[in-house]
């Protein structure tokens, strides 16, 4: 399946780099994307990881992570000081970056933290390790044909870890000389972590002499940070192993300069979720419940958990604090806080979102666009008591008593005009829209995709504004990538659990889907640190930090959740049933609790 992004035509990019792309986005990879019958993604186990401290945490940052979790119960956040005060009680495994000076600086630190052991290394194993090291440090990698190569070894090829180029492999055959290649990069990174001096950086060849042979594409950048985060949270020998199957998770993606006036992005694992189905019980009005445990759903709530986080890192950590949040003060009367230039949201989903975009029979793209709006696949979805079906087929009895979840397909398309917020971050932050999506099913079909996401409701033959600013309908940049655990799991042992972590987070929570509630050997459980209780109570620790006391009187969570976002979801909601999709189902009284 092809990996070129695709995206929605005539949607708007909401100010969301409208000069380009990411120059991760522009990649165009001479090697297809996994498809059906490929091997899966999976980074060879760097040595020596075992043996940092914590839980484990995915690749390198630049920029900062939030506070540890301070007590129990729904989740409290805690105050966040700065980063070096944090290092015993993050639980997470140091990460790496590299510095703007390219392969010198920091890259002993660096190797040593990966564990590279290269001794009797065999040729066969250069080019997966070097991959992987290029991956776990956020540098593109590069391997290079010199086209001039001599007679007597008629190929030479150089590999380059973000344009600094490495002693070239020469052998009779371009795969020889790639493998060459890759563990001549490999001895040199060696020799630097050996030498008492200051590493020195090899020179670049002429690139008018040379051919990209090979790219590290934002795909496959992604599907080595999430696989890579999972398996540090979950090691080989867990019970959970098994949920890496249904992985969803949230990327940020960091632009920082590098070498030679360039520009390379670090990608940073932030939110993570597993769970392919939902609560299918009796409505709890305590908000202490977690409803939908698909992993799209789980990773996006987990986002949430990380940004509230960031919120108090940036109001109470202190100048470096402010420095290493990702999220930035804003002057005015408007959103206290935005995200920070250069800084953009991805996601990775293992899965077919359900809904309207796992059903391939939709009508043709060539069909009107009225048989495509009004068919049945494309109307809104909800699970209820283990079932999908159409809200319009909903008992209004059983929809008031029992949970309830549109579809992940539903959502997403929600999310591209809504943004990722919610009600009640939206209070603090503008909305926040994700860029791109890496799907990891081969069976997908991707106008389907586009479609579900991007057409519901059709905002184009509406007159006028029809959303509040600065609510718009975006476009989600879509990519084919490689599966992060195998395509036929021997077994599925967690079938109703449901994983989450956010960066910042110990370890990870694991929900019993049937209660909605934390794991426990007894039948009820604490509540999870994703429910509505514990986002009520971060809001209320938010709304202190900053001295919002108006927010602070608001009591309840439907109180909470009044205001600009509130007034377009309403907005939204009625677009969707004029144009016969259905109506956004509404539990008012789910949201009367107090904390």
Same mark, same amino acid.
């Given at each position: ?60 940052? $630049? ?16 105050? $966040? ?88 492999? #020469? !052998? ?42 090979? #790219? ?6 992604? !599907? ?39 520009? *390379? ?36 709530? !987990? ?34 806080? $935005? ?44 699970? +209820? ?25 539903? *959502? ?40 579900? +996401? ?93 001295? *919002? ?12 959740? !009044? ?33």
């Amino acid at each position: 399946m092809a990996s070129a992004a695709s995206t929605a035509p005539g949607a708007d990019d909401g100010g969301r780099r409208k000069p380009r792309l990411a120059a991760s986005l522009q990649m165009s990879p001479r090697r297809p994307s996994a498809s059906r019958g490929q091997d899966p993604w999976e980074p060879l186990p760097a040595p020596g990881m075992e043996d940092n401290e914590g839980g484990g945490q995915a690749l390198a940052s $630049a920029a900062g992570d939030g506070a540890p979790l301070v007590g129990a119960g729904v989740g409290v956040l805690g105050t $966040a000081p700065a980063r070096e005060d944090l290092g015993g009680q993050m639980g997470s495994s140091p990460r790496v970056s590299v510095p703007p000076a390219g392969l010198a600086g920091d890259l002993p630190k660096v190797a040593r933290q990966l564990g590279l052991q290269l001794k009797d290394l065999p040729p066969g194993q250069a080019v997966a390790l070097l991959t992987q090291y290029a991956a776990s440090v956020g540098v593109s990698l590069i391997f290079r044909e010199d086209q001039t190569a001599g007679p007597c070894f008629p190929f030479s090829v150089c590999a380059e870890l973000d344009g600094v180029a490495c002693p070239a492999g #020469i !052998a009779n055959s371009k795969k020889e000389a790639k493998q060459q290649a890759a563990l001549s990069a490999l001895n040199y990174i060696q020799s630097q972590l050996e030498s008492p001096e200051s590493p020195k950086t090899p020179s670049r060849p002429p690139a008018s002499d040379l051919s990209v042979e090979n #790219i590290l594409t934002h795909e496959q950048r992604c !599907a080595a940070v999430v696989s890579a985060g999972f398996d540090r949270l979950v090691n080989e020998t867990s019970p959970y192993r098994a949920c890496k199957g249904t992985v969803a998770a949230v990327i940020l993606e960091r632009e920082v300069p590098s070498a030679r006036s360039h520009t *390379k992005e670090i990608y940073e694992l932030v939110a993570l979720g597993t769970g392919n189905s939902s609560c299918a019980g009796w409505l709890e009005f305590s908000g202490r419940q977690l409803h939908d445990c698909h992993g799209l759903v789980i990773a996006r709530r !987990a986002l949430l958990r990380f940004l509230y986080r960031q919120l108090l890192l940036a109001t109470q950590g202190g100048p470096k604090g402010r420095e290493q949040s990702v999220l930035t003060p804003q002057p005015g009367s408007g959103f206290p806080f $935005a995200l920070k230039p250069q800084i953009f949201i991805h996601f990775y989903i293992s899965n077919t979102p359900k809904g309207a975009a796992h059903d391939i029979y939709l009508p043709p793209r060539w069909s009107s666009e009225s048989s495509l709006l009004h068919s049945a696949p494309f109307r809104l979805q909800a699970h +209820i008591r283990g079932e999908l079906k159409p809200v319009c087929y909903m008992s209004p009895t059983i929809r008031d008593t029992h949970v309830g979840c549109l579809s992940a397909s539903d *959502k997403l398309s929600r999310w591209t005009v809504l943004g990722l917020g919610g009600a009640l971050l939206a209070h603090f932050l503008p909305p926040l829209y994700a860029t791109s999506l890496v799907l990891a099913d081969p069976c997908h079909d991707p106008p389907t995709l586009s479609s579900a +996401i991007h057409t519901r409701p059709n905002l184009d033959r509406v007159l006028g504004s029809c959303l509040p600013p600065p609510y718009t309908r975006t476009t989600l940049h879509l990519f084919s990538g490689p599966p992060v655990a195998p395509l036929n799991p021997t077994s599925n042992t967690c079938h109703d659990l449901s994983l989450n972590w956010s960066l910042g987070d110990p370890d990870v929570e694991v929900v019993d889907v049937t209660t909605g509630r934390v794991k426990a050997d007894a039948a009820r459980g604490p509540p999870s640190r994703l429910c509505k209780a514990a986002f009520l109570r971060a809001f209320r620790q938010a709304a202190q930090a900053l001295g *919002k006391s108006h927010l602070l009187a608001l009591k309840t969570y439907e109180e909470a959740k !009044a205001g600009p976002y509130q007034e377009a979801r309403q907005q939204l909601s009625v677009l969707l049933e004029q144009q016969g999709l259905g109506a956004w189902p509404s539990k008012p009284l789910v949201g009367k609790f107090r904390n």
